[in-house]
């Protein structure tokens, strides 16, 4: 059995994995989901756009379902409180979420175009709301959420749904967005030609300059904004409560890691240098450089962020005390080893099973294509 703090820091990366996974592998479907109703002008354009990600979506699916069961798994503090917190904000994820299915498998079914339509922005919203969600998430963890724990450690959220718009969670909504909707513009640059690839190249270069801007803005927020520090020594390697700990909060603090560890700005470097490649490429209409740019991008920013709130991973704005970290609110030493065997094992299969499928359907979706296969494709 591997050593109780070596294994929560293993599983707060192999979790920072997983969300980079599920960014660059399903994050690229709901970009292409949000861009169908605007690089798509007719039917046939439409549905090469969806077609381009048919054969996928519900792979890539994967990659989200098992970053939530790794939150529950190891972190089930964070999964309950995040689920007290932004309950209505991840009802609202679900249900977009329910219109992928659907939408990818009855649109075409129906020749009534304003049956169609009405799916296709059914998949924009599947696509677009998600994203934007998952940012806005992600920028009241950087502010705080307002919880504290009972006696019984039950989790308890003093805050409202609105509160969780303020104008820093909606700028982070706009990078993961933008994020998004760049790395699909790629994708899309990649695998399709003639207009709709002129199209995604025009939403590429727009989203990429939202992005770069967005990103920069929410970096210098950051330096300006409260974090948190431990203020108490932690045993990391033993079981803990949350909540014996002291925490306070300072200005800055977010950005002390960056200035003692210069070696953390290789993060930040990765997500400037993942856009401007995937907007050169673009520009230039290479396609596959555009892809691997956005992918970069993809793991810069979720890094950035990651490594800026070590070892927080749910600071509590109320009750400071009370925050969640990496080493006392993970599962039972036996329960992450376990796990860990099993996702030794299980993600080389997944990335395997990915990699075939992708170069299997890889080439170009073209609007011939579909007017000759139609009743086989979506």
């Given at each position: 059995m591997l050593d109780y703090e070596i294994l929560k820091l293993v599983w707060w990366l192999l979790v920072g994995v997983l969300l980079i996974g599920f960014a660059i592998m399903d994050g690229h479907d709901m970009g292409v989901g949000a861009l169908l109703p605007f690089v798509g002008r007719s039917d046939d354009e439409r549905r090469v756009v969806i077609n381009t990600v048919g054969p996928h979506w519900d792979g890539n699916q994967v990659w989200f379902?098992?970053?939530?069961?790794?939150?529950?798994?190891?972190?089930?503090?964070?999964?309950?409180?995040?689920?007290?917190?932004?309950?209505?904000?991840?009802?609202?994820?679900?249900?977009?979420?329910?219109?992928?299915?659907?939408?990818?498998?009855?649109?075409?079914?129906?020749a009534d175009p304003r049956w169609r339509s009405a799916w296709d922005w059914g998949l924009f919203v599947g696509g677009a709301v998600p994203a934007l969600v998952f940012g806005v998430a992600f920028g009241n963890v950087i502010l705080g959420v307002p919880f504290h724990f009972e006696d019984s450690m039950m989790p308890v959220y003093t805050g409202s749904f609105w509160q969780l718009f303020s104008p820093f969670t909606l700028l982070c909504g706009v990078v993961s967005l933008s994020l998004l909707v760049f790395h699909g513009a790629n994708y899309l640059l990649l695998r399709t030609e003639g207009i709709v690839a002129e199209r995604a190249r025009r939403a590429?270069?727009?989203?990429?300059?939202?992005?770069?801007?967005?990103?920069?803005?929410?970096?210098?927020m950051v330096v300006q904004l409260p974090g948190y520090v431990l203020t108490s020594p932690v045993a990391t390697g033993e079981a803990l409560s949350p909540l014996g700990k002291t925490v306070e909060q300072l200005p800055g603090a977010w950005v002390a890691a960056y200035r003692s560890q210069p070696l953390l700005w290789v993060a930040n470097?990765?997500?400037?240098?993942?856009?401007?490649?995937?907007?050169?490429?673009?520009?230039?209409?290479?396609?596959?450089?555009?892809?691997?740019?956005?992918?970069?991008?993809?793991?810069?920013?979720?890094?950035?962020?990651?490594?800026?709130?070590f070892p927080f991973v749910l600071p509590?704005?109320?009750?400071?005390?009370?925050?969640?970290?990496?080493?006392?609110?993970?599962?039972?030493?036996?329960?992450?080893?376990?796990?860990?065997?099993?996702?030794?094992?299980?993600?080389?299969?997944v990335l395997a099973y990915t990699t075939w499928a992708y170069r299997v359907m890889r080439g170009k979706v073209t609007v011939e294509h579909i007017q000759a296969h139609g009743k086989a494709l979506y």
């Open positions: 379902i098992t970053a939530g069961g790794a939150i529950f798994a190891a972190w089930p503090l964070v999964y309950a409180t995040a689920f007290s917190g932004f309950y209505f904000a991840l009802m609202a994820v679900l249900w977009a979420l329910f219109l992928r299915p659907v939408g990818f498998d009855y649109r075409s079914k129906v590429s270069l727009v989203s990429g300059g939202v992005l770069l801007l967005a990103f920069s803005l929410a970096g210098w470097a990765l997500a400037y240098a993942g856009v401007l490649l995937g907007l050169g490429a673009s520009l230039l209409r290479f396609g596959g450089k555009a892809f691997i740019g956005s992918a970069l991008a993809c793991a810069g920013v979720i890094l950035t962020a990651g490594l800026a709130i509590s704005s109320s009750h400071p005390s009370h925050s969640l970290t990496l080493w006392d609110c993970v599962s039972s030493h036996r329960t992450l080893n376990i796990m860990f065997w099993v996702a030794l094992v299980m993600t080389p299969i």
